[in-house]
């Protein structure tokens, strides 16, 4: 459930008393304003609590005061995730468990980024975010997203390979939907291959729309996220977006267009070699999927693996690989994503 979030103030920044030995150190801090003080802290407490286990640090809120007691350098992250977390909600945004985990990600790079005595100078929001009308500004929640956004705005054409719960997708429609709020493009083509499992659309019900749909259900997903629904409808029904499976990009040139391939693992050598050359004029193209969820026959290479082993070195072609500690999802998917990659590690590991 979202939090109240008080209007923007000019509240000034958090004070800290640092008290530190060889072993550990105590932290208090205090913050200005106790509206923003409760927020930062979360419903009870279930902010401080998170930060207490992933940085393994002992946190106590009282009123507008949290003292922080651990490890000099885990005391010192936790100090900078509070401080960030107490910067957004001054600016008005809205506060996560899962913005928790970004911030923590944020103050461990902004820890790596600059000396332990201009920590406390470091600037807030390191890392790199989108903005559109509807959800307002999304910022990264770790190194590998914060590259992937600075790729997106740097290059015409990006891919995006890793487990399921990294946010490749969302974050795609994301800049997708940014850049044609702008008038950067002038329409959004999403799509995706409509292989599962060797069914083929001929033998599902219903007309076109309805037989691809349900494969284009997450893209749909996203961009009910950052737009507004009548929008989407309209846009929809004008051409300014369209959401289309991969086998009807054949024999177009898009210009001005931001066209976004999802599930990119499931197209062959040919599809993506097509797909890459319709890249017309002042347009913007982004590739994502997963080469460990293939869809394809046994046998068939992926054109996704394909196109990244020959391009992605190319100027003006960006990549950007998630791992299974880059999952954004849920503590728990990252932990299922983390199992299934063990094996794969070890019989690296075993060989010569």
């Known amino acids: 459930m979202r939090q109240p979030i008080p ?7 958090p004070r800290a008393r640092i008290e530190r030995n060889a072993d550990s150190s105590e932290i208090t801090l205090a913050f200005a304003d106790n509206r923003f003080a409760s927020l930062v802290f979360g419903l009870y407490d279930q902010n401080i609590a998170k930060i207490e286990r992933r ?6 809120a009282n009123g507008n ?46 820890g790596t980024l600059f000396p332990k005595d ?19 500004m999304v910022r990264a929640r770790n190194a590998a997203q914060d590259l992937y956004l600075r790729l997106l705005k740097k290059n015409e054409l990006v891919f995006a390979e ?71 409808e309209r846009g929809m029904q004008t051409g300014m977006i369209e959401v289309a499976p991969l086998a009807f990009m054949r024999g177009r040139t898009l210009t001005a267009s931001c066209v976004l391939l999802d599930e990119a693992q499931n197209a062959t050598s040919m599809q993506m070699k097509m797909f890459l050359t319709r890249l017309g004029e002042g347009s913007r193209m982004i590739i994502t999927g997963d080469p460990t969820q293939t869809d394809l026959p046994p046998g068939q290479k992926s054109g996704l693996s394909e196109a990244i082993g020959l391009l992605s070195e190319l100027e003006g072609i960006g990549h950007v690989r998630f791992r299974a500690a880059d999952v954004v999802r849920h503590d728990l998917v990252r932990r299922i994503v983390d199992a299934y990659e063990a ?5 690296a590991a075993a060989r010569p």
């Open 65 to 110: 005061h949290v003292i922080i007691k651990g490890a000099p350098e885990a005391g010192e992250q936790a100090r900078r995730v509070l401080e960030i977390l107490y910067e957004r909600v001054r600016r008005g945004q809205a506060i996560t468990l899962g913005d928790v985990d970004g911030a923590i990600e944020e103050g461990a790079l902004q």
């Open 7 to 13: 209007v923007r103030s000019e509240a000034a920044p």
């Open 343 to 347: 094996p794969g590690r070890e019989a």
């Open 162 to 232: 890793g487990p399921a719960g990294t946010g490749k997708t969302w974050l795609a429609v994301g800049h997708a939907v940014s850049l044609l709020e702008q008038g950067v493009v002038e329409r959004l083509i999403l799509s995706r291959p409509a292989v599962e499992a060797g069914e083929r659309l001929g033998f599902l019900p219903g007309d076109m729309r309805e037989k691809v749909d349900p494969y284009l259900r997450p893209i749909y997903d996203a961009l009910y996220d950052f737009m507004d629904g009548r929008t989407v």
């Open 55 to 60: 940085l393994e640090v002992s946190a106590v």
């Open 118 to 136: 201009k920590a406390a100078e470091a600037p807030r929001g390191v890392f790199e975010h989108v903005g559109t009308r509807k959800r307002g």
